[in-house]
């Protein structure tokens, strides 16, 4: 038998269960993983309270993990029982002890790279490469506001913008997470519980404001990154924690300066083998080369998986969380 956390009906963290399951065969085209450790995204409670649908439930929950392939499924030529490997795509399912999915979703593991880092980083990671060298092929000399800088994906950010030579302005809602953002290498940072934020951006870059912002948390946040930018500059909105943003009238963008919006997802990004094949190596030589350290702020046992979305939730949190199967 084999564990997994599942959800029958949508709801807060009380509708997550550990149950126990048979291993499922992989199927044409999947192997199957022997999760070492899992990986703990906003997205997953978006799935959980029901802001994203589940295809049907009960579900299993999770899209990134980092283990040992264990049965490959026909069709299959690019790995082999027993590689190290990642993923941070596929069906819901990764809060589990093992997994099946597409092969295509799966890459190989560098040596240098240990499971727990993997399972820490890479549906992270890899939303930082498509943000930074693709939605916005960033050069170095910008001037971007990154909201959330001391979470997972943003202390990933952090860390990318600095080696890229980017002004990172980071938003954070305490001390302690504007200093965890400035040891990653933000340029400057702005509580934004206590700041206004457009006033500090403008002092910040004496007037000039930003070519970027890279906006995660959605509703609470989207007019003021609206005011953040420079006349035809980029507002990427990629995240809901705060609640979607809806209802937009497009004149707005007129209004506040003829600017640019797009809502990218890491699935439009990575959407075939090659793709994910590039940005992964991209993101493990950053990792390699030292100029990204994977900060893994909580750990906790898979059976707590409830637990760990609470600390998320309630931005208790810093760095990556990871689940231990
Ligand atoms: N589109 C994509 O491809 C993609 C891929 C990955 C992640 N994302 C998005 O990126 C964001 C970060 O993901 P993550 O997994 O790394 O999470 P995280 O940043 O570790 O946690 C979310 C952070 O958002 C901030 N936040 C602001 N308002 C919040 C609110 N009302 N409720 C909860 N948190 C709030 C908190 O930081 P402060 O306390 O500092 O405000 C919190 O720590 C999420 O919105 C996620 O959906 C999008």
Redesign the pocket.
Known sequence: MSQRIQFAKTGDSSVLELVDVTPQAPGEGEVRIRNKAIG????DI?FRTGLYPAPSLPAGLGTEGAGVVEAVGAGVSHLKEGDRVAYAQGPLGAYAEHHVLPADKVVVLPDGIDFETAAASM??GL?VQ??LRQTFALRGGETILF????????SIACQWAKALGVKLIG????AE?ADIAKANGAWATIN??EENVVERVRELTKGAMCDVVYD???K??WETSLDCLKPRALMVS??????PVDGVNLGILNQKGSLFVT???????ADARERLELMSNDFFSMIEKGSIKVDIGQRYPLAEAGKAQDA??????????ILIP
Request: aromatic residues 12%; glycine residues 16%.
């Open positions: 703990l995204n906003f997205i978006y549906l992270k939303t498509y943000l909201h959330a800088a001391a979470g997972g994906v943003g938003t954070v809602s305490t997470k934004y519980s995660s948390v959605g609470d946040t990629f995240g809901n924690a705060s609640g809502r990218p997802s890491l699935n439009g990004y998320v939730q309630s931005r208790k949190t810093t760095g990556s969380t």
